[in-house]
């Protein structure tokens, strides 16, 4: 019986990646639009894709930004500079795009903009402090896809949406997981939808990984800012013991991260150009062997060992 098994799993195994492989037709007259193409993830993917012959539409939030990705690819890499939090500039650039791809459709839809702080205790935070985040992380995402989603329908192309595993498990507070948990659901329905009309939707699901918006002095300065605004009576409540160790907590976690980011940009890119790609795309040791699994396990369970490790504020029960 267990022979059996292992034959039948090593045969859904060896078709799946007999099928993962066939790789999608004309890849150089194909266009494929990135967010936040300045740094990180978004950039190192429009390279590679640069590399593999796509016609890559890159948006940038600064000139400078979008001047050093020019100097590092093709020609055939063209920049145009986006603002995710604005709808007269993503207005400007969907027609960009628009202009650009004419009656071909926009193949690929690369959702990669985002910013991770601030993150802190919700008690701390403001509701204006949850729309820094939520505004580029999600909103942006929804007003950006809905700008260039008759483009990628017309191409029967690919939607490709940067999640996180702090969409499947929180362990701060703030805005972040909430919108990444928000990408997950927004991606579920537009793959529903979409499926109809060939267009395929992937999430790209990220452990912890060393990108610009993730040192160790951004995380510092994040927390600092917030309990320094944080009220009075919070601040007696949670204490400044509280603040050191969750200072030091936030200061440990990029120790953890992986600088490999083609990780995820060979996610990005296996979505964008496989015949068949997956619904979502796990990147990073962390993500695999512990966020993931964690994710599945009983609340109680779960809610036991985040209470057990977690920093405990001065006035606890």
């Not at 007003?143 to 329908?153: D, G, K, M, N, P």
């Not at 940067?162 to 579920?188: H, P, Q």
Request: net charge positive.
């Amino acid at each position: 019986m267990w022979l059996y098994l292992a034959v039948l799993v090593g045969l859904y195994y060896l078709l799946r990646w007999y099928r993962e492989r066939q790789v999608v037709s004309h890849l150089r007259d194909k266009y494929v639009f990135i967010t936040g193409c300045d740094s990180g993830f978004g950039n190192q993917l429009a390279r590679q894709l640069d590399l593999r012959g796509l016609r890559v539409l890159a948006g940038c939030l600064t000139e400078q930004g979008a001047e050093q990705l020019r100097a590092k690819t093709s020609d055939r890499l063209e920049t145009v500079i986006l603002d995710v939090t604005q709808t007269e500039s993503i207005t400007a650039a969907a027609q960009w795009v628009k202009d650009r791809v004419g009656d071909r459709g926009l193949w690929g839809l690369v959702n990669n903009a985002g910013v991770s702080v601030p993150l802190a205790p919700n008690e701390w935070l403001t509701k204006q402090d949850f729309m820094k985040l939520l505004n580029v992380n999600l909103l942006g995402v929804v007003e950006v896809t809905l700008s260039l989603l008759a483009l990628v329908r017309k191409a029967r192309g690919r939607l490709v949406n940067v999640a996180s595993v702090m969409g499947r498990l929180t362990v701060t507070g703030g805005g972040y997981s909430i919108s990444k948990y928000g990408i997950e659901a927004f991606s579920d329905s537009l793959r529903r939808e979409l499926s109809f009309f060939g267009v395929k939707v992937a999430i790209i699901e990220p452990g912890g990984f060393r990108t610009g918006m993730t040192s160790k002095d951004v995380y510092s300065r994040n927390i600092l800012a917030v309990w320094d605004k944080a009220n009075p009576e919070v601040k007696e409540v949670y204490g400044v013991k509280f603040l050191e160790t969750y200072k030091k907590f936030l200061g440990y976690m990029p120790k953890l991260y992986s600088s490999n980011l083609s990780s995820v940009t060979d996610c990005m890119e296996h979505a964008l150009t496989s015949c068949h790609p997956r619904t979502r795309y796990s990147a990073g040791w962390d993500a695999k062997l512990i966020y993931l699994p964690m994710s599945y396990m009983p609340t109680a369970l779960l809610d036991t060992i985040m209470y057990l490790y977690s920093p405990k504020p001065a006035k606890a029960v």
